[in-house]
């Protein structure tokens, strides 16, 4: 069963961009699995009609949240993952046609929800990791990453919410060159509205 699908820059030697898609993989002992699998389009001239797999692999996750971008600035893209039931992140890049799972990040009490890749901070080229999680005030539910060679990450903004945010996603609606984050969050009937937020340094 298809579970979640993006696409991002994962074989330069293929006009266009890739697919990549997870399915659940049933495991023997009944733990639920997912199997990420990218497709590119088979020799050209590209028509985005022809597709084959360029590379496959098994976590021991079953993934709720995709994401990918040029996290390392390397030319091909990364992919990060989340499985909220579990509370684990994790962040892979492909060596040759094999996904490699570089960076984890898990916690059972301030799960993470959902992820973007974008370049948010001005100040930088380099995209960030932006991210929402299950986590009550005072602790951030929005977190803002910056890879950091060889494979870790550093916070780079840090923000509590009450509610939480559920999803966040990112876009450009100013058109400087540079994305703003959107989150959407469950309120009830009592919670204020929509409040405006001063989220320097990213102006």
């Known amino acids: 069963t298809p ?47 022809s597709w084959a797999p360029y590379s496959t692999s098994s976590s021991g996750q079953q993934w709720s949240d995709i994401s990918t971008g040029d996290l390392e600035v390397s030319g091909l893209d990364n992919i990060a993952l989340i499985d909220e039931d579990r509370g684990v992140l994790a962040v892979y890049r492909l060596a040759g046609s094999a996904l490699q799972r570089y960076y984890v990040n898990a916690s059972d009490t301030r799960e993470w929800s959902s992820s973007a890749i974008g370049n948010v901070d001005p100040a930088t ?14 602790l ?43 989150m959407l969050r469950n309120l009830t009937r009592t919670a204020g509205g929509p409040s405006p937020y001063n989220t320097a340094p990213f102006q």
């Open 125 to 138: 080229a380099q995209p960030e990791l932006v991210l929402v999680r299950r986590a009550d005030r005072p």
């Open 3 to 49: 579970r979640l699908v993006a696409v991002g820059e994962f074989n330069t030697a293929v006009p266009g961009r890739e697919i990549v898609y997870t399915t659940d993989d049933p495991s023997s002992d009944g733990d639920p699995r997912s199997r990420i699998t990218i497709l590119a389009q088979t020799a050209g001239p590209a028509t985005g009609g």
């Open 140 to 182: 951030a539910s929005l977190v803002v990453l910056r890879y950091q060679a060889p494979d870790s990450f550093a916070d780079v903004y840090l923000r509590d919410f009450n509610p939480a945010p559920r999803v966040v996603f990112l876009a450009d609606v100013t058109g400087w060159n540079e994305s703003e984050i959107f």
